[in-house]
């Protein structure tokens, strides 16, 4: 998919500063998209904005805390006055805490569920009330996780807010439906990120476990984002993708 697919459409998407976040973006825009970055490091979406310029892409940075609901609505506000139409929302923006479920504290807890769904879920609406508006449709795409659906330990809370998003997907793939709006998720699995990568065992660990022998790298997980996103997909609705290798067919447990 190296066309211009996304010719003149116009995106956000939150948590793109690096990883998974920003290859999304950037090949949106190298596929002809003009894209609103959001981040809630500044200096990352500066600078992830002017990599992307850099190569011949349009991106505006619009960093700040992406479960606020005043900053979704100035992303949505930004793209619309500055491009004119909202087509794409990627709601990438996550967060993982790690903790037993016994010892797990409240407000880690209400931290990761502000992030991970009060954020994905006000944006898919503010996006969508405007795709709505436009009468031309749109695609909405969450950021859910293989954790989703598998247990992992020390993973309660935060594989919950994974599936909560797949739910909320169906959910919204079937009351968008009548306006030409498709909502869908993509799942990870171990994907190499800067993240990642500072464990020296992690490549080696998911390579020994993983069907395909590898983890996933960013650009694996966005062209199945590219895919949910571009026409290609117009009859899919309600649905996840897992991107993992074949990880979740067999399962193995990463220790």
């Not at 949106?28 to 002017?50: P, T």
């Not at 797990?104 to 006000?122: E, M």
Request: some cysteine; glycine content about 10%.
């Amino acid at each position: 998919m190296n066309e211009p697919i996304f010719k003149d459409q116009v995106a956000i998407v939150t948590g793109a500063g690096i990883g998974i976040g920003f290859e999304i973006a950037a090949q949106l825009c190298h596929r002809g998209a003009r894209v609103v970055l959001n981040d809630i490091d500044e200096e990352l979406a500066f600078a992830a904005v002017e990599k992307i310029k850099s190569s011949g892409g349009q991106a505006l940075a619009l960093p700040g805390d992406s479960s606020e609901l005043t900053r979704i609505d100035s992303m949505v506000d930004l793209a619309v006055s500055t491009f004119g139409r909202l087509d794409l929302a990627v709601a990438n923006a996550g967060i993982t805490t790690f903790g037993k479920f016994l010892e797990y504290p409240p407000d880690q807890f209400q931290r990761l569920t502000a992030v991970n769904l009060q954020g994905s879920f006000f944006l898919a609406q503010k996006a969508a009330r405007q795709m709505v508006r436009q009468k031309s449709g749109g695609r909405i795409l969450f950021m859910s996780s293989v954790t989703g659906h598998q247990a992992h330990p020390s993973l309660a809370a935060y594989g919950m807010t994974k599936a909560a998003l797949e739910m909320l997907a169906k959910s919204l793939g079937v009351e968008l439906a009548e306006h030409g709006i498709t909502v869908n998720a993509v799942a990870p699995g171990a994907t190499l990120t800067d993240r990642t990568v500072s464990d020296p065992d992690y490549q080696a660990t998911w390579k020994r476990i993983t069907p395909n022998g590898r983890a996933a790298t960013t650009l694996d997980i966005a062209h199945a984002a590219l895919f949910l996103l571009s026409p290609l997909s117009g009859h899919i609705t309600g649905q996840a993708i897992v991107v993992d290798g074949g990880w979740t067919a067999v399962s193995p447990p990463p220790f």
